[in-house]
């Protein structure tokens, strides 16, 4: 027979996101509305094994919808990886009469998730990453700010760009995802992305392709480069030294992590986490939620971490054509 819910916990984990507090709001709300109560854990698994445990009423996630961040605070909690300290969470929940949580973050924290399933606490995972890389989901809270972040950064990069005829490198987060460095490419009409899930190192290919850029009359060159790839600032050396074209790097960095929330996040934010308390409701366990051909759905944690997303090739083909 299914576990009875009656009190279930949030925590935020790994790299915060904008829409991550929206999310919160409407784990609380939704559980409130349904007749649960409601904790919130601070700083990840870390306050979990630290039992930083708070009650949430209606009011402590006022005013929060439109805030960057999480107001519960995230960490990364290499502990949690050992079965030890899984099983000191699981007990810590016990003991707080927690029957489920809801995991805000990305595949790592699905892991730790699984593993309190699987010593007796109802998990469900929600996607918080702006880094859009979770395979089960088309969508992940966060990815909408963020692009649009980096967008308007890059348009205003552009300009100085085109005023001086310069080649900028400009770096854009995204460590093993190329996602925001191929809408960006697409959104502010770049002239070349290195993704890390495409890039052949082949630099000697930029330079030519700055060069015939320059001689078809382009007065920029925009490269925009992921994270994972880096290296922006002695790439621009290199290039200017090779093409004779002034070359300079910006690195974007952790502004694209912050900021109020779009409608788009805030929105997707919100039904995840109302979702994401019924799927518990349900008695179910060891979830995550997803947005899938439009619609919300869950999946089986593992079955969720063997999926694979990759770079969509059609999608990187007209970015290309649209270089010329
Ligand atoms: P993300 O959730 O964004 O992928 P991380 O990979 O940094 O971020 O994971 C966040 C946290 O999830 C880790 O610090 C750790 O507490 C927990 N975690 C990650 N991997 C595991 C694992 N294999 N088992 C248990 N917990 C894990
Ligand atoms: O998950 C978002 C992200 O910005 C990744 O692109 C990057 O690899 C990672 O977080 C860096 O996180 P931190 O600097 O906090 O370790």
Not at 108 to 119: D, M, V
Not at 191 to 206: C, G, S
Request: overall charge neutral.
């Amino acid at each position: 027979m299914a576990k009875e819910i009656k009190t279930i916990a949030v925590l935020t984990s790994g790299g915060d996101a904008p829409g991550m507090n929206a999310a919160i709001r409407a784990v609380v709300r939704t559980a409130l509305f349904r007749g649960l109560k409601v904790k919130g854990i601070k700083r990840g698994y870390n306050g979990l094994l630290n039992e930083e445990i708070i009650d949430m009423e209606a009011r402590n996630v006022s005013d929060i919808l439109q805030r960057g961040g999480t107001v519960l605070g995230t960490a990364r909690c290499l502990e949690f990886k050992e079965q030890e300290y899984q099983k000191k969470g699981a007990e810590i929940c016990r003991k707080h009469g927690i029957d489920g949580i809801i995991v805000i973050g990305g595949d790592g924290s699905y892991r730790g998730a699984q593993a309190l399933s699987r010593q007796g606490i109802n998990t469900v995972g929600i996607p918080g990453t702006i880094d859009l890389d979770i395979a089960c989901t088309d969508y992940t809270i966060g990815f909408d700010t963020a692009v649009n972040t980096a967008m308007q950064a890059i348009d205003k990069v552009k300009d100085t760009s085109s005023s001086h005829e310069r080649c900028s490198i400009i770096e854009v987060m995204g460590r093993n995802a190329g996602y925001i460095a191929l809408w960006c490419g697409i959104a502010n009409g770049a002239e070349d992305v290195l993704l890390p899930e495409k890039y052949d190192y082949n630099e000697q290919e930029i330079i030519n392709h700055i060069i015939q850029s320059r001689k078809r009359g382009k007065t920029h060159h925009i490269i925009i480069n992921a994270e994972g790839i880096g290296h922006s600032t002695s790439m621009a050396r290199r290039i200017e030294a090779a093409t004779g074209v002034e070359t300079r790097a910006t690195i974007l960095g952790y502004m694209q992590r912050g900021g109020s929330p779009t409608a788009k996040d805030r929105f997707y934010a919100s039904i995840m986490g109302a979702y994401a308390v019924d799927v518990l409701l349900q008695g179910k366990t060891n979830r995550v939620v997803g947005y899938r051909k439009g619609e919300f759905v869950d999946f089986d944690i593992e079955e969720a971490l063997q999926m694979k997303k990759s770079i969509d090739e059609y999608q990187y083909e007209v970015f290309q054509v649209l270089t010329i």
